[in-house]
């Protein structure tokens, strides 16, 4: 089995229809795998997608083995009201997905500034929520409160150009590209820069170089 990842192609989608094909339980918490489904599962620094399915709650999803990110989806739930061969209504809350899209979007786009900063040495682990991006940057050089306010200015700047967001697959690695930057991604994100709005940019050093920025939207 193999889901059908529909929110790589549909990421604006809020509704779908799918079939059950497998019930099962993990280590006491049970949940269903779908033919096809637009959750997207806890995945590459992204929290997953909240909804329902036949107006029964999704408590989270995940994949049936999280170093696989080509693994099935499950969608850890109450399966009593469900039986395997079941078509079913799934239902994605869409205000938490389109947020964690302009997140996403925000933190590919303050990387690709500081990634041509010279003191700039790697990018660490990525956590995006609905209500923030938090990402560790290793850094030569610790980044000052006003060195961070033009990183602030310049991803604005860049997200008020409107620039056309898209993701391609190349060999089976899908990239997020916007205009000359280009990353690998699995996660979602909005289709034009525009849709991002104005972010905010706060700072933590966490010792050793690293240096912890996190993003916020101006109008949440």
């Known amino acids: 089995m193999k889901t059908k990842r529909l929110f790589e192609s549909y990421p604006y989608s809020d509704k779908f229809t799918a079939k059950i094909v497998y019930i099962g339980d993990d280590l006491g918490e049970d949940y269903i795998i779908l033919d096809k489904t637009l959750f997207y599962p806890n995945l590459g ?3 997953s997608d909240s909804g329902s399915i036949n107006n029964v709650i999704v408590n989270h999803v995940g994949l ?4 696989n990110s080509f693994s099935d989806i499950r969608h850890y739930m109450d399966v009593s009201y469900f039986q395997v061969g079941q078509s079913v209504l799934g239902c994605i809350d869409t205000t938490k997905r389109l947020s964690i899209m302009r997140l996403h979007s925000a933190r590919h786009i303050v990387e690709s500034i500081l990634s041509q900063w ?3 040495i790697f990018t660490g682990s990525s956590l995006v929520s609905d ?33 056309p967001i898209s993701a ?10 916007c205009g000359t930057a280009k990353t690998k991604c699995c996660g979602t994100h909005v289709g034009n820069t525009a849709e991002i709005s ?5 700072i933590k050093n966490k010792g050793k170089g690293i240096n912890r920025i996190e993003i916020r939207l101006l109008d949440e």
């Open 64 to 67: 049936d083995d999280d170093n």
């Open 118 to 120: 010279k003191s700039y």
């Open 198 to 202: 104005t972010i905010k940019l706060s």
């Open 168 to 177: 391609q697959t190349e060999k089976s690695v899908r990239y997020w590209v």
């Open 131 to 163: 209500k923030k991006a938090s990402t560790d940057y290793l850094m030569w050089e610790d980044i000052s409160s006003e060195s961070l306010r033009v990183i602030e200015l310049q991803a604005n700047n860049f997200i008020h150009q409107s620039i």
């Open 45 to 47: 620094g992204q929290v």
